[in-house]
């Protein structure tokens, strides 16, 4: 049992480190469209190992249908989530940092013309 | 260990509460007051207190948000400034507040085990429990058969509220003919991941009900959770098409027949001889008594539940979309 | 096992906290939504590590509750976001 718990402790101590670096992901990124990104693919990869981790420590009752059940609940619905995000953003005329950018510079063109 | 758990929850329950306080934006606000609601149930689950917590999150994070934002949907997005000072609120409340903190110096301290509410009420029901009611999750058998009469009380409540709400907004429907664009047209993945999602709502609204008897659920809960499903249907597919699933008058039907199974378990007690909801009368074997009564009780309550949370929707969704409309 | 849970419990409270920063001072809206987003996901991780930590399996329920919660939670934001004009 010694040997589940040591790959138990791995996965948890991974989907952590994940986590954390979505979280820090989500400010260090410089547009919105792509803190999006930061933050779905890691709370995925985090959910995955973390639930993954607690799984291998329970024996197969009730319990391990619960952790596969909130697993795959997580797995269709959070990437959802952030797809119906970004749709809206996108719908409610956000711009990315290229296209900002690209209209900086026509504007800027059409001053100097 | 659990006290640092604690205080790390409290700290961070402050700190969104003073950024509320700051913000001007409405919406903005909406969303930090479902951060709160998350936390308040994760206080509830370091403190060990499952149903609660339970009921946090179904009520407070999911329906309560859900309904602020058809209210706001209705409203302005902006905070008005307000014209007068702040000094004179400022110094009731710190006097309420310095009151109520030195009233509390009196009472015993937080979790010691010689406090009185350990010494009568709370033994007595944890010892004879098991021997009297026979359920292994406590909080239902205190809530549905030993203080079943509150409950009974809190189902009506509840029934009234639905009263209120559908007498001072009343539920719009609109012919087929004018209908709008109604409900996520274009979002199709939202479309394809919604009929996947709510047959599982649903199924897990069912088993919540059913299994408060042995662990953290019963009929309050379940209730939500079921509203909940149907409100994400509304939300994607639209209000005329949830209104031919689920039409109001259903709803309502609905939200009476609850409270009546829940009366009727009382009178027939009582026409068995015994008191008021005296679950004992119910059955020749009083446990098995017990358990019917529970079981009926519990139904009662979640389908009440369930019929008002979906009419409070309907009422502020579609008063929504009729004023988007013009 | 229970100190590593202890710390998996205290590394997800920072991640949380972390997230709770970006939903109060965020320059879009947008982003309040994905902060709250990631707070809801990183709960039920939460939940579910502090459940076996304190040996009760029984909150795994909570756990599924709030998955549910928080994806019910996102589509009404959006729905209702699309109906109001955005103010910034």
Known sequence: MFVLDIISSILLIAGVFFGLSGAVGLFKFPDFFTRVHAASITDSIAAILIIGGLLLQTSFDLNTAKLLFILAFLMITSPTASHALAKSARHGGLLTLAEVKEEKEEKQQEQSH | MAE???????????????????????????????????????????????????????????????????????????????????ILPLFVVCVTGAALIYGTLDMPPFGHPDNPIHQHVAPRYIEESPKEVGLPNMVTSVLASYRGFDTFGETVVVFAAAIGVLSLLGIRRRKDKDAPESGLETHHVLHVVAKVIIPLVILF??????????????????????????????????LPKSFAVVSPKILQLMASFGV??????????????????????????????????????ELGVGITVFAVMLSIFYAFASQAERSNIQ | MTEIYAAICIAIL?????????????????????????????????????????????????????????????VAVLRFFEYTAPVE
């Open chain 2, 4 to 86: 640092l758990i604690d205080l790390v929850l409290l700290a961070m329950l402050a700190l969104t509460a003073l950024r509320i306080i700051f913000l001007k934006d409405l919406f903005a606000i909406v969303m930090l007051f479902g951060i709160y609601s998350f936390l308040s149930a994760l206080i509830f689950i370091n403190l060990d207190a499952v149903d609660v917590a339970f009921t946090e999150a179904s009520v407070g994070a999911g329906i309560s948000t859900v309904l602020m934002l058809g209210t706001l949907a209705l409203t302005g997005r902006k905070e008005k400034k307000s014209s007068r000072s702040s």
């Open chain 2, 205 to 238: 609204a069912l088993y919540v009900q059913f299994h408060g008897d042995f662990g953290p659920g019963g009929g309050f809960q379940a209730g939500v959770i079921g509203a909940a499903a149907f409100i994400l249907y509304a939300l994607v597919f639209g």
């Open chain 2, 260 to 297: 009546l199974l829940y009366a009727s378990v009382g009178l027939y007690s009582m026409s068995k001889g015994g008191n008021f909801l005296d679950y004992n009368k119910l059955a020749a074997d009083p446990l098995a008594g017990q358990h019917y009564g529970i079981i009926i009780i």
């Open chain 3, 14 to 74: 920072v991640v949380m906290a972390i997230a709770l920063v970006r939903a109060s001072y965020a320059p879009t809206v947008y982003d309040r939504i994905l902060g709250v987003n990631m707070f809801g996901t990183k709960t039920v991780l939460f939940i579910a590590v502090t459940g076996y930590l304190m040996g009760r399996p029984e909150f795994l329920d909570i756990a599924i509750v709030y998955a549910l919660i928080n994806f019910i939670g996102m």
